[in-house]
């Protein structure tokens, strides 16, 4: 007998903290982040409407790498992560990726981020700028969930490919990628302190 598996959802995973100068670029990375959530009223604002936690710039503003250098850098870094997914995806591109999103998640102790998508978007992803002790997990769904049917649990020690939801718990400088049809979410932060991450989309 022999099993072929089919389907495979591929979840891209590498970290910028083997750059050289990585731990001042992150110390600038987050410095960053942070003077926004505070100069950016509208996004606050956007969090308040919405109940989000912490802050976002995803409402508010849509020009981080032209904005601050900190992000143009990151852009880079991203492009060049963003074009080895694709190759190795198979995918069939006229043209390299192109960045069409950036945005900075400050996520408060107690907070979280229901499951959702990415729409208009093929890749989609998160660099982890500060993850401090107990900070939440980033949550994959498996995407055959809602056909699964009369199809039984599984055992607590399946293979992580065989179970209903993964959780990826990433570190300062981490980089997950995954295809954007992939229903994810951030369950609730149960550090003491604030989650930093800036997430993104490739069309």
């Known amino acids: 007998m022999s099993l072929r598996p089919l389907f495979v959802t591929q979840v891209y995973e590498a970290s910028l903290a083997d750059t050289p100068g990585f731990d001042t670029f992150n110390v600038q990375l987050a410095e960053a982040c942070r003077v926004l959530a505070v100069e950016d009223h509208a996004g606050r604002a956007w969090c308040k409407a919405h109940g989000y936690r912490g802050y976002t710039s995803y409402g508010s503003l849509t020009d981080l790498p032209q904005r601050l250098p900190e992000f143009a850098d990151l852009k880079r870094h991203l492009d060049r992560h963003a074009v080895a997914y694709a190759r190795a995806l198979n995918f ?112």
């Open 92 to 203: 069939d591109l006229a043209r390299k990726p192109r960045l069409d999103s950036l945005w900075v998640n400050i996520l408060k102790p107690g907070g979280s981020h229901t499951g959702h998508i990415h729409p208009h978007a093929f890749l989609s992803g998160t660099v982890y700028v500060e993850v401090p002790d107990g900070a939440s997990a980033l949550k994959l769904e498996d995407p055959r969930l809602p056909m699964m049917m009369a199809r039984p649990g599984v055992h607590a020690d399946a293979p992580e490919a065989e179970r209903p939801f993964v959780y990826l718990a990433p570190r300062a400088g981490t980089v997950l990628m995954w295809e954007s049809w992939l229903r994810h979410e951030v369950p609730v932060n149960a550090a003491k302190t604030e989650r930093i991450s800036i997430s993104f989309n490739y069309a």
